[in-house]
């Protein structure tokens, strides 16, 4: 299998070419395009009890759908995100990445999807009470609004709300005040999240709340 994002980092879009036997698994209603010898079958997310799991809790579609190629020739099909903003691959060797609702693009076959409690300071923090986890070894492809950055935390870093979109299992996170409370009520950033390491973050340069608000 062959892919590409293209159209970083404001309109990013996966282009994948599967070869023969090849297959992709992708969130529902993120195909843009496929070639007519592409065969997709829709199957719960994570099996029947997970799926329903991570669209009640996770926020999360009930299905997945399944991208194959036919056995003669490649396939193309072309998925995106359902904002505008920015795409990246992280490749996983038998790891785990805990990802905030609606970063999950894709992946490949040998990882697999689960959900996991993220506390109330995930909550508090405008990142949701649940998570969805992915592990295994393959790719997994994120998608954000704005751009998507990468930052290795050794002790504690300071992110503003809704600006997480995925992270290494071994980062905690606990919500706070982004400075003393009259520098937190009137300086307009408030509540923040504390992370704290080691490990490795990914972080999104603009949020859909900030932009709603």
Known sequence: MQTEIRHKPAFATLFTTLEPGDSIIAESDAMASMTSNTSLKAKFNGGFLTGLLLKFLGAESLFVNL?????????EVVLTSNTPGDMIAVEL??????LQPGAFIACTV????????????????????????IKGTGTVWL???GSIYEKHIDDEYVVDTSHIV???PTISLRAGLAGGIFSSLFSGEGLV??????????LQSRSMSGLAS
């Open 143 to 145: 998608g954000a609004y």
């Open 93 to 98: 060797n038998d790891s785990e990445l805990l």
């Open 193 to 202: 999240s504390r992370l704290k390491g080691p490990g490795k973050v990914y």
């Open 110 to 133: 040998g990882l697999t999807l689960g959900i996991g409690w993220a506390g109330f300071a995930s909550w508090i923090g405008r990142e949701g009470l649940f998570r969805l986890k």
């Open 67 to 75: 991208f194959k190629s036919g056995n003669s020739e490649n396939a």
């Open 166 to 168: 995925a992270y290494e």
